[in-house]
């Protein structure tokens, strides 16, 4: 979960529920429930060193949500926490009801951000997905990315902003034959 809290300690979303550094760096409870199940169901992608992690989460698979609330309850400031709630709840709405893939997680270590490690695990999930001709859904926390998730195949299927938060941009990718 090192790479992960790395990659995302200038994210929009992560630093709108932790803007201290103090905070933000003792959120990493959060990265396990909200996508460690991808471990214990086998669908994590890391490079060999751990410059990059992906976490998919197969058909039937997610967070967990009882201890996602319970982490936001005790380390978000109550004002930011009242809109991270309705946010969350704003994007249940976006996620597919038919089966997909999930991509709650991905970063690259900044300190390797710009070798390809992010597009080889990237490559390596979206062709199992088109193997099991299944989509692909995630949620994007940071405008910058969008571009490079479309250049992946993924849509937007529209924006989560409630509040004082950052926009987050739900996006899906048909599975490619």
């Known amino acids: 979960m090192s790479t992960i809290l790395l990659g995302f300690s200038a994210d929009p979303i992560e630093r709108w529920l932790w803007p201290e550094a103090k905070d933000y760096l003792n959120c990493i409870p959060l990265y396990d429930a909200f996508a460690g ?3 214990t169901a086998g669908s994590a992608y890391v490079t060999d060193n751990f410059e990059s992690v ?7 698979e997610g967070p967990n949500e009882e201890k996602v609330i319970e982490i936001l309850n005790s380390t978000v400031k109550e004002d930011t926490l009242k809109d991270a709630i ?20 991905i970063a690259v270590d900044p300190a390797h951000q710009g070798c ?10 979206l062709n199992r997905c088109d193997q099991d ?8 926390t940071n405008p ?7 250049r992946y195949g993924f849509e937007k299927m529209g924006e989560v902003q409630t509040g004082s938060s950052p926009v987050m941009t739900p996006m899906i990718r048909s599975p490619r034959k």
Do not use: V
């Open 116 to 125: 390809g490690f992010g597009t080889e695990l990237m490559k390596r999930a």
């Open 37 to 39: 199940g991808a471990i």
């Open 144 to 150: 910058r990315n969008i571009s490079l998730y479309e």
């Open 54 to 60: 992906a976490l998919w989460f197969p058909p039937g």
């Open 86 to 105: 309705i946010m969350f709840e704003a994007m249940d709405e976006f996620h597919p009801d038919e089966p997909c893939w999930y991509l709650p997680l």
């Open 133 to 140: 001709g299944l989509p692909a859904y995630l949620e994007s």
